[in-house]
């Protein structure tokens, strides 16, 4: 039996050594600001849910959750059929065309399955045609000046368990077990995720028992049919071997299986770039070093929001500028670091986010707000999505799983509202608001707003760039959806270089950062690299200076240089790698309390102006009048004696204007009269003379 290409890997790795330079190499110098193509090749429910309402209330047999179960309950000629308007209609070329001209974006991250390639099991049949749609989102994307990262998505066996992997795994359905009070049809999947793709996972021991070379052969497999189909195609950036391969995943293996695709990537695209997931376990520790010297490669990582507990704006804002101290210091010990996914979600609240009709226990972590059920976007005049629209006349439906999510009575729930605090430094607000902010009180524009600027800022003004998951959902969800939060202008337009952009961390900083020269580089290659980037800036200069320097005099010429050349351009998407040989160093500085000159929130907004004013003047009116009265009334003799007058005709006044509070508040100061007559013309009895005396 011949020997399985994933157990050749320490021979070949011996053979070659750390990856040597490769003259076919292109500098990492570009940021990547795109947007993932999600839901289209892979299905996930939450994202395109008009796919799997058809699966409400059915029995156990007839429900799909995700790509696998989909082709395996509709079969295989339904399921195509339905994949085929699907693909139709959620990526089209004006899509990508929008997506070009908003200025904002300049890659795209496909999802794919290896079922596309190297179809197995129900896929066989049912995902036919996919590949053909493939490339016509590459031409499109050529034809509109964007990149496309080719991610594969979605292994044999799960690399996760996850809906997005193409087959949930650790999914049992516990319907015997609800007999009563109500025969209903359950499911549980959480508490027993495993993942098979790298073989069989012991959930007693937490680990692995055996290694499945077959599906990773399959892997290697896919990898190869990927670049014979793409290599010569000028919008593929790349390729990502795998997404997401769960904490869990042996990381010897997984990094042999990243190895060997490499090979296979560098011998038939030597272009293409080659961007490696982190498996959840974004540490210098585990991938400092790894393939050091190799051309090309990149580590991807995946940060979320959505999974924290719940807080204030200001601990979102501080998390979210955090994240470029961990990607600085990844970028040092390991090299380009690009986002591959995050988004605007400060919550768990979106439909199905974990899984159809299903949650993680003890999520959503707050109530969230429902609005009503989109309308399909495959439906028209001449085609009806089965299970569209959602029926407004049921409550949740069936099959149920650990936690609750679906349409209820016509509506989805999606995410929380951002209330405007009173005290938006340590706001507690939203603890006890309601999902949907109170009218006049919806503050969520401003805070997204600020988040989306400050995460832009973390993720593009370190590393190497970032994708957005995703380009769009089915929902009213612009906190997922790219087109829905440019559209409210929480992302901004064009190329994303304004101050709003370059300064909304200041606040949130500790310290700045410097690019320079790493140290163990070949003194040629730094040397060229000094020359390069001064003559970028003027190509006039005199760069033969630098063909004396030597050892710390030249790596100090060039921190100044790459730092000054970065600093200026960075924000035009200049990324501190100048072909591998530099990397940025952090530098401590202390801000001073009025330094913070960017400040996304101003307090309450006046938004009735006008009301306001009034009440102010009616105020002032009314406090100016008893103002008046009191001194009129003791000032003015005929002003007191005609009021008295008036008060003594009232049966309602009368007592109060013979009480000694009236009286010894509004006596005229020069009153002295013996009484003041009455309606009848007599004397009242008992008011006597008294220079001070009474009213």
Same mark, same amino acid.
């Given at each position: ?189 959480? +508490? !027993?995720?495993?993942? *098979? /793709?790298?073989?069989?996972? $012991?959930?007693? &021991? ?5 290694? @499945? ?122 090299? +380009? !670091?690009?986002?591959? *996914? /995050?988004?605007?979600?400060? $919550?768990?609240? &979106? ?5 159809? @009709? ?143 952009? @370059? ?49 710390d005099d030249l790596f100090d010429e060039a921190d100044q240089v790459f730092d000054a050349f970065w600093q200026e351009h960075r924000v035009e998407g200049a990324t501190c790698d100048f072909g591998g040989i530099a990397t940025l160093k952090e ?16 307090g309450p907004s006046n938004e009735h102006p006008v009301l306001h004013l009034c009440i102010v003047l009616l105020g002032g009116l009314a406090i100016g009048g008893l103002l008046g009265f009191f001194i009129a009334m003791r000032v003015n003799r ?58």
């Amino acid at each position: 039996m011949p020997m399985p290409l994933s157990t050749s890997i320490s021979s070949r790795i011996t053979q070659r050594g750390p990856a040597a330079a490769d003259e076919h190499a292109t500098p990492f110098n570009n940021q990547i600001r795109g947007v993932n193509l999600g839901g289209w090749m892979v299905l996930e429910p939450w994202i395109t849910p008009s796919l799997f309402y058809q699966f409400l209330s059915q029995p156990e047999g007839q429900v799909a959750i995700d790509t696998y179960s989909f082709c395996e309950v509709l079969g295989a000629e339904e399921a195509n059929l339905q994949l085929r308007r699907h693909w139709d209609t959620w990526v089209t070329e004006d899509i990508i065309r929008q997506l070009a001209e908003s200025g904002a974006v300049n890659s795209l991250r496909l999802p794919v399955g290896d079922f596309m390639y190297e179809p197995y099991g129900p896929y066989v049949g049912c995902t036919d045609g996919a590949t053909d749609y493939v490339e016509d989102l590459l031409d499109w994307a050529h034809e509109y000046g964007l990149t496309v990262l080719i991610d594969i998505h979605a292994m044999k066996g799960s690399q996760n368990g996850f809906d997005n992997s193409g087959k949930t795994l650790g999914f049992e359905w516990t319907s015997t077990l609800t007999v009563y009070p109500r025969n209903l049809v359950t499911f549980q999947h959480w +508490p !027993i995720r495993t993942a *098979e /793709w790298m073989g069989t996972f $012991d959930r007693h &021991a937490a680990n692995y028992s055996s290694i @499945n070379h077959d599906n990773i052969n399959h892997s290697l497999r896919v990898i190869s049919k990927i670049v014979d189909a793409y290599s010569g195609h000028p919008a593929v950036l790349g390729l990502q071997p795998v997404n997401e391969p769960w904490e869990q995943t042996p990381i010897e293996h997984l990094k042999s299986f990243y190895w060997e695709g490499y090979l296979i990537v560098k011998k038939h695209a030597p272009y293409w770039k080659y961007i490696m997931h982190d498996s959840f376990r974004f540490d210098p520790n585990i991938w400092g070093g790894f393939m050091a010297g190799c051309p090309d490669r990149a580590l991807d990582t995946h940060i979320y929001q959505a999974w924290l507990d719940p807080g204030s704006r200001v601990s979102f804002f501080a998390n979210a500028c955090q994240q470029k101290k961990n990607i600085a210091a990844m970028e040092q010990a390991f090299g +380009p !670091i690009v986002v591959g *996914e /995050w988004s605007l979600a400060t $919550d768990n609240c &979106a439909m199905w986010l974990n899984g159809f @009709n299903d949650n993680l226990p003890g999520f959503p972590r707050l109530p969230c707000k429902y609005v009503p059920c989109a309308q399909s976007y495959m439906n028209d005049d001449e085609y009806q999505q089965p299970g569209t629209p959602v029926d407004p006349s049921k409550p949740i439906q069936g099959p149920y799983g650990t936690g609750m999510s679906g349409p209820v009575w016509g509506l989805c729930p999606v995410g929380r509202d951002w209330v405007r605090e009173m005290d938006p430094e340590h706001g507690q607000d939203f603890v006890h608001t309601p999902a949907e902010a109170p009218q006049r009180r919806d503050d969520t524009d401003a805070v997204i707003s600020a988040l989306a600027l400050k995460k832009i800022n973390a993720f593009s003004g370190i590393g190497h760039g970032f994708y957005f998951w995703n380009f769009r959902t089915d929902l009213d969800e612009p906190h997922w959806s790219y087109m829905a939060a440019l559209e409210k202008g929480w992302i901004p337009s064009g190329n994303l270089n304004s101050d709003s952009v @370059n300064l909304a961390c200041h606040k949130e900083d500790n310290g700045l950062y410097q690019c320079v020269s790493k140290r163990d580089q070949l003194e040629n290659v730094v040397r060229n690299n000094v020359k390069g980037c001064i003559l970028a800036q003027d190509s006039n200069a005199n760069v033969t200076y630098v063909d004396s320097l030597r050892g710390d005099d030249l790596f100090d010429e060039a921190d100044q240089v790459f730092d000054a050349f970065w600093q200026e351009h960075r924000v035009e998407g200049a990324t501190c790698d100048f072909g591998g040989i530099a990397t940025l160093k952090e530098i401590n500085m202390t801000y001073a309390d009025d330094d913070d000159y960017y400040n996304f929130y101003e307090g309450p907004s006046n938004e009735h102006p006008v009301l306001h004013l009034c009440i102010v003047l009616l105020g002032g009116l009314a406090i100016g009048g008893l103002l008046g009265f009191f001194i009129a009334m003791r000032v003015n003799r005929s002003f007191n004696e005609s009021v008295v007058r008036n008060m003594e005709q009232s049966n309602l006044l009368r007592p109060i204007s013979h009480s000694r509070v009236f009286r010894n508040s509004f006596a005229s100061m020069d009153l002295n009269y013996e009484a003041i007559p009455t309606a009848s013309g007599k004397k009242k009895s008992g008011m006597k003379p008294n220079k001070s005396a009474y009213v």
